[in-house]
């Protein structure tokens, strides 16, 4: 089984459409996150929820909105979509915020065109 | 949070030791290191991670220096599945994200 599952695992996209893309994880962790790979290969963290509870929202714009549904989901959508949305899309999940251990999912790419 | 330092790539010969060092000068008392890696196209993967003592478990050692200014990675026979990009992250741990680096890029070849 895979722990941390993310779809879909490739997306391409026009401008302007609303997208999203969906996380689940079997782990029984309490926190997911979910990151942004860009072209230049750096990740950066996005949004972090504990217990269904927005703990973390970076500098990102209002058109990415987080939802978790339950402990064992975090979704992100995407409105209005823009070339510079462009990026591999990683989720995790962690128990607690303990950071020993945080597993990935396989990353979605998504290509607006 | 402490800032890490690592080299861009480094090579290593398939079946040798890889040693990949960080340098976290800044690093303060309560801050652990951490070692994750990203080969092409997966997600990150956790390594290890450690306080002030040396750290094993079945990937990998890590080596931190008694002043924990420094720690190596330690790779005792990399193999060509090894190859990846390597992240030394210093974070504590009652934080709440982890917040990658450029990393090393380090090239395992027969």
């Known amino acids: 089984d895979t722990a941390v599952s993310q779809t879909p695992k490739y997306l391409v996209t026009q401008m302007g459409n609303d997208k999203s893309i969906k996380c689940e994880q079997n782990?029984?962790?309490?926190?997911m996150y979910w990151y942004k790979q860009d072209s230049k290969k750096f990740l950066k963290i996005m949004f972090s929820?504990?217990?269904?509870?927005?703990?973390i929202n970076e500098t990102v714009p209002n058109r990415f909105s987080p939802k978790s549904p339950d402990k064992a989901h975090l979704n992100l959508h995407i409105n209005s979509l823009e070339l510079g949305d462009s990026a591999v899309y990683f989720c995790a999940s962690s128990q607690g915020r303990r950071l020993a251990e945080a597993f990935f999912g396989q990353g979605t790419r998504l290509t607006v065109v | 949070d402490a800032k890490t330092t690592q080299p861009t790539s480094m090579d290593c010969a398939e079946g040798r030791a890889a040693n990949l060092p960080c340098n976290h000068s800044?690093?303060?008392?309560?801050?652990?290191v951490y070692w994750y890696r990203q080969i092409h196209s997966q997600g990150p993967q956790y390594i290890i991670h450690g306080l002030k003592n040396n750290e094993t478990n079945e990937m990998a050692s890590l080596i931190i220096t008694e002043d924990r200014k420094s720690s190596t990675l330690i790779l005792p026979h990399a193999t060509l599945r090894d190859t990846a990009v390597y992240y030394c992250?210093?974070?504590?741990?009652?934080?709440?994200?982890?917040?990658f680096g450029k990393g090393t890029t380090l090239s395992v070849s027969s």
């Open positions: 992250i210093v974070r504590n741990q009652a934080g709440t994200a982890l917040i």
């Open positions: 929820y504990n217990n269904k509870e927005l703990i």
């Open positions: 800044t690093i303060s008392g309560n801050e652990y």
């Open positions: 782990l029984g962790h309490d926190t």
